[in-house]
């Protein structure tokens, strides 16, 4: 009776139990559900697309070139706009002769018209690839060495302002108060557009002062260094009738402010 008994509660105990799993099923199911993931995982992504090739996704380079584009668009547009304003408003404004003559020479100030004049313009252009020292005593160049910075675009820009220029353009852009002439790489940025070298700039004025002020820039003759020892472009021309566009983009400006 004792045993019977016995036998009968181990019976019992054991039909109240949970079984549990072996490691091997664990670890099945576990295989299984990771790979539940990571098809979900690859069909998000994709979106019906490949992604084992570069073909179906757009380089960040592309979307950067493709953005400077629209931007392109937009000055021009937003140009033709302006100058329909601006004959409205010449056409209905009541203002005096002498009023008209000050709004106008404002906005040449601005930059903001089309300016014609003698010029003189500055081409930058990277070394040749695989460029060596050319002079005797000077160390093999770095990659820095060899592309148009920052410092180069500027030091161009700021010896015209101060040869007397009358007005500024960089690549296709005419420069205003605002502008900043910014280098990512050796890639210029300039007012929402992307630019690559060889870089152009091209300034109104006397040509013999802005010649005299080019030379005189202690920046640039330190370009002129590295133009003679690894072959940086440097090439400056006259010209006897230049048309700069007036500046068709945004004139808002943009500020800090303090956090409350």
């Known amino acids: 009776m004792s045993n019977s ?11 109240g139990r949970r079984p549990g799993l072996r490691p091997v099923r664990l670890l099945t199911a576990a295989v299984f559900a990771l790979a539940g993931l990571i098809f979900f995982t690859s069909f998000n992504t994709a979106k019906g697309t490949n992604i084992r ?29 302006r100058e329909d304003v601006d004959a409205l408003a ?19 100030e601005a930059g903001t018209r089309k300016l014609k004049g003698e010029a003189v313009s ?7 690839p695989g ?31 101060k040869g007397g220029a009358k007005g500024i353009k960089v ?5 205003i108060s605002t502008s900043a002439v910014r280098c ?12 690559s070298p060889p870089y152009k700039v091209t300034a109104v004025g006397e040509p013999e002062k802005l010649r005299q002020a080019l030379t005189a820039s202690p920046e640039i003759q330190n370009y002129m260094l590295y133009v003679n020892a690894y072959g940086l472009g ?14 068709s983009g945004t004139v808002d400006l943009h500020y800090a402010t303090p956090v409350e």
């Open 234 to 247: 440097w090439k400056v021309d006259e010209h006897r009738a230049v048309t700069l566009p007036g500046y």
């Open 131 to 161: 460029a060596t020292a050319k002079i005797p005593g000077y160390p093999e160049p770095q990659p820095n060495d060899l592309v148009i910075h920052q410092q180069d675009l500027q030091a161009v820009v700021n010896a015209l302002w």
């Open 53 to 81: 090739t570069d073909a179906s996704m757009l380089r960040l380079s592309d979307l950067i070139q493709e953005r400077s584009h629209k931007n392109g668009l937009l000055d021009e547009a937003n140009g033709a706009l």
């Open 184 to 195: 990512v790489g050796n890639t210029l940025i300039l007012q929402g557009r992307v630019y």
């Open 90 to 108: 010449e056409r209905d404004s009541g203002s005096s002769a002498a009023e008209e003559a000050k709004l106008d020479a404002l906005e040449k």
């Open 171 to 175: 690549m296709d852009q005419r420069l």
């Open 5 to 15: 008994a016995d036998s009968s509660d181990e019976a019992t105990k054991g039909a």
């Open 122 to 128: 500055v081409t930058l252009t990277d070394a040749p």
